[in-house]
């Protein structure tokens, strides 16, 4: 029994950490909260155990978030529309950033003359806050959707092309070259090394930018929308609705990580073409 515990507890150990984890602070949340800690502290230091008591204006609990959360998901259901226009424009954006940013990174990195081309713009977009270009985009786009998925497609698309690019770097060049000298096309080479060989370093890639993805909700809905998770936000926080803020937020980082862990799980599937493949050619 002791032995199945056990076994358990190490299958199951990175769930259960981060449960017990996130508990202990949801706990101490509702305590700072509460006042909780304040009243507990007072009888050792006196009135300064009064710094700890805060306002619900500008600190809710996670009681009074989860019933705001029950309200706007299953009693008025207000949040429904604002959360389907977010979904759609994040798809949109990261699904353009996808279809563009892999062949863009993969082809600029297979040929040398196209890499040196491309890479002091690469860097240069890096190293750019890519929200400083938002009044520009609204100048030149206005306020409507196609605008607002420009800007989740600016944000996704850098750490896609940049993973793309690198990716290419550590295909290995002798399958490359015994592959070119049977006569394969430059789109076979593609097609059956570069792209398997990438898939790791893609996903990585993807990862990042999904949480980009997630800030350009909020960022892209600041500026003249009409409806969206980001918007419900902004109204919400000018008007001191301090759980309805938290809801927009919770559930955007709930969103962000349901993405993230569904490309994590992709990667545990593929990351094991790299090892096998690189112990046949060792072999």
């Known amino acids: 029994m002791m032995m199945q515990r056990q076994n358990f507890f190490q299958r199951h150990e990175r769930i259960l950490l981060g449960l017990f984890m996130v508990t202990l602070f949801l706990f101490f949340w509702?305590?700072?909260?509460?006042?909780?800690?304040?009243?507990?502290?007072?009888?050792l230091i006196g009135e300064a155990a009064n710094r700890?008591?805060?306002?619900?204006i500008f600190l809710s609990s996670p009681t009074a978030i989860a019933a705001a959360a029950w309200k706007m998901f299953f009693v008025t259901g207000e949040i429904w529309a604002h959360l389907g226009v977010s979904a759609m424009e994040v798809f949109a954006g990261l699904?353009?950033?996808?279809?563009?940013?892999?062949p863009f990174g993969l082809v600029t990195g297979r040929y040398r003359l196209l890499s040196h081309a491309a890479e002091p713009f690469m860097a240069a977009l890096n190293a750019t806050p890519q929200v400083a270009f938002i009044p520009l985009i609204i100048l030149w786009m206005g306020t409507g959707y196609g605008t607002r998925?420009?800007?989740?497609f600016l944000l996704c698309i850098i750490p896609i092309i940049m993973a793309a690019h690198a990716a290419?770097?550590?295909?290995?060049?002798?399958?490359?070259?015994?592959?070119a000298s049977f006569g394969a096309s430059d789109a076979f080479l593609f097609r059956s090394i570069i792209l398997p060989g990438s898939v790791p370093f893609l996903l990585a890639g993807l990862r990042l930018a999904v949480g980009r993805a997630m800030i350009g909700i909020v960022v892209g809905e600041l500026y003249g929308s009409a409806i969206g998770i980001g918007l419900m936000i902004n109204r919400a926080g000018s008007t001191f609705q301090t759980d309805t803020v938290f809801v927009g937020v919770l559930t955007i980082v709930l969103a962000g990580l349901a993405l993230t862990e569904l490309v994590r799980r992709i990667e545990m599937k593929v990351e094991v073409w790299r090892p096998d493949?690189?112990?046949?050619?060792?072999?």
């Open 30 to 43: 509702e305590g700072l909260a509460h006042g909780w800690w304040a009243d507990l502290l007072q009888p």
């Open 52 to 56: 700890l008591r805060i306002r619900p």
């Open 95 to 102: 699904g353009a950033a996808i279809l563009f940013g892999i």
């Open 149 to 152: 998925i420009f800007i989740i």
């Open 168 to 179: 290419v770097k550590t295909v290995d060049v002798r399958l490359l070259k015994l592959a």
């Open 277 to 283: 493949a690189q112990q046949s050619i060792n072999n």
